[in-house]
């Protein structure tokens, strides 16, 4: 039985981890950009950015899942209720419901890529402004200030907020199973409906124990790698 | 002609207006020592040479060529600004290190940006560099690991690394204890004469007097008093002059 539950569990897990992983690899890149975009010159764009993310901090990433999940073809039938009817929205109407794990996945990367953003951005303006004033004095362009000057000072910054948050992320996974796709919670919960076991509940800790200890391990790696600067 | 000459600088922020008119030019070779009280727009001055600020009115002027005019629309033009600034250096009163760099790097990254000496040219100027500043030993050495004097000298280095014809220092040694202070100084002293232009700011009024060509006093935005040290230390014709070189004889 311990087999079972075992295999059962990982192939759960494979599903969590997958969602891990993919918001990881679109949601930092992404949140680096909205970071600009709240950071900008350029009030037109500053000022959408924050509303932005004020409104995906501000509400349940729950929430978000489910507006992403049954959003867009609710948009579509009540457009065409309305009687608008072109490609887009025809083609939305036929949409009942979004792909889950797509849905998840659209989700968790808009959710965490706010967050990574305010994070970047906490570490970008601490950098104290004498550093790009250096840069510029010898002449560099604002790029090469960014890159050879700040981007490792700031990332030395961030390390300690932004493993917090994606050791959150292993967790958050956890709710993709509010509309039903198939990770490890859900995967356990089927023990209890099929055989009426609940210990497979308690022994996916041990899964994001392992992988949560992992990425300290990582983390600290990492964090005593840039121990050879101050700043 | 003058390697240096700045002609009727402005610069307001907002409303205040900090510098009032500032002229002064600076033959090849000589030191400049700008003293004053707090507040009067020394900084300012200097961050308006290297167009960390953008100067409202004036000219600036180098071996004759026009580099900036206050008057026209386009200063800000940003590459052009960027290739203009290569004539100023600019040592900084907190030193502004790179802290992920090793003394070395922290000389020769413009250099290596630039890309118009070979890695070999680079590294050997480096070298020289930090030999000049008394640094040789402490090439791989990062700044975190470095004493404050040390860290100005580093950054006296990498400020000499292209080659500025005017070099100026804000207050190198005001971020320093006062024992560290000397070797800083006795750096900037034996540029003199390896004709290097420079401007200092300092209030270390010993240093001026002995190194220094040149001295303005400035007060409230405006040169209050220029001449050689002799005329302004010892014989002040304005009063507001006197007034603050007592002061600053008094805090001792
Ligand atoms: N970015 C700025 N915005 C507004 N006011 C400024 C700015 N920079 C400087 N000032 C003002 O300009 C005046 C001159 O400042 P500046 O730093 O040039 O003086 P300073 O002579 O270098 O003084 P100190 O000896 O204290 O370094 C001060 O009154 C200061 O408040
Ligand atoms: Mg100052």
């Known amino acids: 039985m311990f087999i079972t539950v075992t295999n059962s569990l990982l192939e759960g897990f494979w599903v969590s981890f997958k969602i891990f992983g993919f918001t990881l690899f679109f949601a930092l890149p992404l949140g680096l950009l909205i970071s600009f975009g709240s950071m900008s010159r350029f009030k037109v764009l500053r000022f959408p950015t924050k509303i932005f993310v004020w409104i995906i901090r501000g509400t349940p990433l729950m929430l978000q899942l489910i507006t992403i999940y049954y959003g867009p073809g609710l948009v579509g039938k009540w457009a065409a209720s309305l009687g608008v009817s072109n490609f887009f929205i025809n083609w939305l109407a036929t949409w009942s419901v979004m792909d889950r794990f797509n849905a998840v996945i659209i989700a968790f990367i808009i959710n965490y890529a706010c967050y990574f953003s305010e994070i970047f951005r906490g570490g970008i303006e601490s950098i104290p402004r004498g550093q790009y004033e250096a840069g510029q004095v010898l002449g560099m362009t604002k790029t090469q200030i960014f890159f050879k000057v700040v981007l490792l000072q700031v990332l030395k910054r961030i390390i300690p907020p932004m493993s917090n948050e994606i050791i959150t992320l292993v967790k958050d996974t956890s709710l993709a199973r509010t509309i039903a796709v198939y990770e490890i919670i859900w995967s356990a919960q089927e023990f209890i409906k099929s055989k009426g076991l609940l210990w497979p509940l308690f022994y996916t800790a041990a899964f994001y124990l392992l992988f949560c200890g992992l990425l300290t391990i990582l983390f600290n790696y990492i964090e005593k790698k840039l121990d050879y600067f101050k700043g | ?252």
């Open chain 2, 1 to 252: 002609m003058a390697l240096l000459e700045v002609k009727g600088i402005c610069k307001n922020f907002g409303r205040t207006e900090v510098l009032k008119g500032i002229d002064f030019s600076l033959e090849k070779g000589e030191v400049l020592a700008i003293i004053g009280s707090s507040g009067s727009g020394k900084t300012t001055l200097l961050r308006c040479l290297n167009f960390l600020e953008y100067a409202d009115e004036g000219t600036i002027s180098v071996n004759g060529n026009i580099l900036f005019d206050g008057a026209l629309p386009e200063k800000k033009n940003l590459a052009d600004i960027r290739n203009k600034r290569l004539h100023f250096g600019l040592v900084f009163q907190s030193f502004n290190l790179f802290p992920q760099y090793n003394c070395l790097d922290n000389v020769t990254l413009a250099l290596k940006l630039q890309k118009k000496l070979s890695q070999e040219e680079i590294k050997e100027r480096g070298l020289r560099l930090l030999d000049r500043v008394g640094l040789s030993d402490k090439i791989e050495n990062y700044p975190c690991q470095l004493s404050g004097g040390q860290q100005q000298r580093v950054a006296i280095a990498r400020a000499l690394a292209l080659s500025p014809d005017v070099l100026c220092f804000d207050e190198p040694t005001s971020a320093l204890d006062p024992e560290l202070t000397g070797e800083v100084l006795k750096v900037i002293r034996g540029l003199k004469g390896q004709d290097s232009t420079m401007i200092v700011v300092t209030h270390e009024m010993e240093f001026a007097k002995n190194v220094a060509d040149k001295v303005i006093f400035m007060a409230d935005g405006v040169i209050a008093e220029m001449g050689t040290p002799e005329d302004v230390f010892d014989r002040p014709k304005n009063p507001k002059t006197a007034a603050f070189l007592n002061k600053s004889l008094e805090s001792f």
